[in-house]
């Protein structure tokens, strides 16, 4: 193993993949948190790589992985590809001894996550998955209800993702790899399906069981734009989640509710209010997301590489939502029972 010598005093970051993604959601948070600075990026088209450090003001750039995860000065590592490179680059920041911060789906596959862990494990290294909704106060106020036992014991889920091929939950990118499995793993489903899952896993705890079946019914791309699964949460929690990417505008639609004994929680995925109904009436909550809406994940990240903290969302964490989506996307009838984990 190559150690890094860096002192821990502050994260020094660099980028892996500095694409659309990390324009504004994450890149500049980096510099935002305390005791963070990005200080390096990187992208095979050298000419991006440069243009996004130029108007970045970031003071070093590179056009191969190996040479931004080699730099002595960077003691972290952000990686933002597609997923299907997520595996490669962790294990190598982990084998030179930088900590790791990777963006979700954490990989493309249930056996390349095992592969990052056991990496993780054997090099003592500290690895981070981008799950970052987990530190929005939008989410943490959800949790709050569901802790405080507003609505009491949670007796189901339901969650409705519907979607047009051309969305605006989807990042705009010159090439859209997200509907090519063998770059994201599984199309749109696996692009926007790990913030639903993981935040609900975050909220209720680990699956119990689940089983799901999915298709793909308009044939615009390699990829299943339709899916359907079922979770047996702990304590009874039944969830019914269904997915389709390839709707007309007018039926768009995010919703999720979670149904307890004394009242009901709604909320969207990707919306900024939700609402709580008991016997009481109904009571509507707003929030307003950060302009760089991984800045506070990023904080909590900081504080865990620098020993103040936990992780917020571990490879294992990452593993658990990784598991479920691939038994919601099983092809053989045969594989069409309960599957336990």
Known sequence: MIKNNENKKSIKWGIIGCGNVTEVKSGPAFNEVPHSKLVAVMRRNAA????????????????????????????????????????EYVIKALEYGKMVYVEKPVTTTVESCE?????????????????????????????????????????????????????DLIAKTEYNWRVVPALSGGGLFFDLAPHQLDILMWMLGEPVSCQG???????????????????????????????????????????????????????????????????????????????????????????????????PCSANDALKSLQVMEAFQRKNEKDFKFIEL
Request: charged fraction near 25%; include cysteine.
């Open 213 to 311: 079946i999915s298709l793909n019914h308009a044939g615009l791309y390699e990829a299943d734009d339709t899916v359907v699964g079922t979770i047996q949460f702990p304590n009874g929690v039944l969830f019914t989640g269904d997915w389709c990417f390839t709707v007309p505008n007018h039926l768009k639609q995010d919703r999720c509710e979670i149904i307890g004994e004394k009242g009901a929680i709604k909320f969207e995925m990707f919306g900024k209010r939700f609402t709580v109904k008991t016997e009481d009436g109904i009571e509507s909550f707003d929030y307003d997301h950060p302009r760089h809406i991984q800045q506070p994940m990023i904080g909590k990240v900081v504080n865990y590489f620098l020993g103040n903290g936990l992780n």
């Open 115 to 167: 592969r990052m862990v056991e990496a993780e494990h054997a090099f003592r290294g500290k690895l981070c998955v981008a799950h970052y909704r987990r530190a929005l106060p939008y989410f943490n106020g959800i949790k709050g209800m569901l802790d405080q036992g507003t609505i009491g014991k949670v007796k189901m889920v339901k969650l409705t993702m519907l979607q047009p091929y051309r969305n």
């Open 48 to 87: 991006l790589a440069a243009d996004y450090a130029r108007r970045h003001k970031v003071s070093k750039w590179y056009s191969q992985a190996e040479e931004l995860i080699a730099d002595p000065e960077v003691n972290a590592i952000y990686v933002a590809t597609p997923p299907a490179y997520h595996e």
